[in-house]
């Protein structure tokens, strides 16, 4: 593992696959991580959040309880995940909220997609294998296999059979 442990917090619940490399500025808790995959500068992964095996994590992303990034994946800079439909800071007596007082709600990103920098990923979506997802994208719904998605919300710019041997722009 390559690691600059001067200016990584790796909690021990941390499941550390072979060949992890770590950067600076990292936050780490209760996730998993694969074999072989890299994490930038600036990245935080949380409980019960889980990145495959060979995968990029780009610097400045946020992969918050719940998010499944499966093999072969590259996230882009400054992605963000959302895990919760309804956000409030307090619940309805007032008192700040606690964990049993909203729900995660899980997205999963299937082997071999691309998520383009800057891109939202709202919770309970599913983006297909081989997928791209655009620079900038909000996705608010499940993306399919190998298409390309763009925009605000994502739509479909192309499907998976322009995309089958790999979609260029």
């Known amino acids: 593992m390559s690691l600059e442990a001067d200016f990584a917090r790796i909690a021990p619940d941390v499941r550390l696959g072979e060949n992890v490399a770590v950067h600076a500025f990292v936050n780490l808790y209760g996730c998993s991580i694969g074999d072989d995959t890299r994490i930038g500068t600036f990245v935080e992964i949380q409980k019960n959040a889980s990145v495959g095996r060979r995968c990029k994590i780009s610097s400045h992303t946020f992969i918050c309880e719940g998010v499944a990034i ?8 400054g992605v963000m995940f959302i895990n919760d439909k309804y956000p409030r800071a307090t619940a309805a007596d007032g008192r700040p909220q606690g964990e049993r007082d909203w729900q995660v ?60 041997g790999g979609c260029r722009e």
């Open 70 to 77: 499966e093999d072969d994946c590259f996230v882009g800079h």
């Open 105 to 164: 709600v899980s997205t999963r990103i299937r082997r071999g997609a691309s998520i383009g920098s800057g891109a939202v990923i709202l919770c309970g979506v599913t983006v297909g294998e081989r997928a791209m997802i655009g620079a900038g994208a909000v996705v608010t719904r499940d993306v399919p296999a190998g298409a390309v998605v763009a925009g605000v919300p994502a739509r479909v710019r192309a499907g998976a059979a322009a995309c089958a």
